[in-house]
């Protein structure tokens, strides 16, 4: 079973950055797909929104509000997989999960949120 533990998050000001970082433990021998996704204060599960994700062979997506804003990567040789946060602004808030998934898709956020494992989160607030 894989686990995975967020941390990095805080209370920043609009225009500021922030690095995520998300732990990996447990097996993930062969191709996975690992991504980042937001929950809106005040939200459920359902609610949450891909932020990003990046394939075994490096490949990235993003949601259209965060491209060239936020970026995602991953440090094979630590297990841990990273999201940059830059330029943040007010609607940026919320909680902040990664998530991993063996295999490679076509449509990452939807495999991701629907059959991945996921971390509880690190909360990301941002005043204007």
């Known amino acids: 079973q894989v686990r995975l533990m967020e941390s990095g998050g805080g209370s920043v000001r609009a225009g500021e950055s922030l690095r995520l970082s998300c732990s990996v433990s447990?097996?993930?021998?062969?191709?996975?797909?690992w991504g980042w996704f937001r929950q809106p204060p005040g939200t459920e599960r359902e609610a949450r929104e891909g932020?990003?994700?990046?394939?075994?062979?490096?490949?990235?997506r993003y949601a259209q509000s965060v491209k060239d804003r936020f970026t995602i990567s991953r440090d094979n040789d630590n297990n841990t997989l990273y999201l940059a946060l830059n330029n943040l602004a007010h609607e940026d808030t919320g909680l902040y999960l990664c998530?991993?998934?063996?295999?490679?898709?076509?449509?990452?956020?939807?495999?991701?949120?629907?059959?991945?494992?996921w971390g509880q989160g690190t909360q990301v607030t941002v005043s204007s």
């Open positions: 998530a991993a998934l063996p295999g490679h898709y076509k449509d990452t956020f939807l495999a991701l949120i629907k059959i991945g494992y």
């Open positions: 447990g097996d993930t021998t062969g191709p996975y797909t």
């Open positions: 932020i990003a994700t990046i394939d075994n062979d490096g490949s990235t």
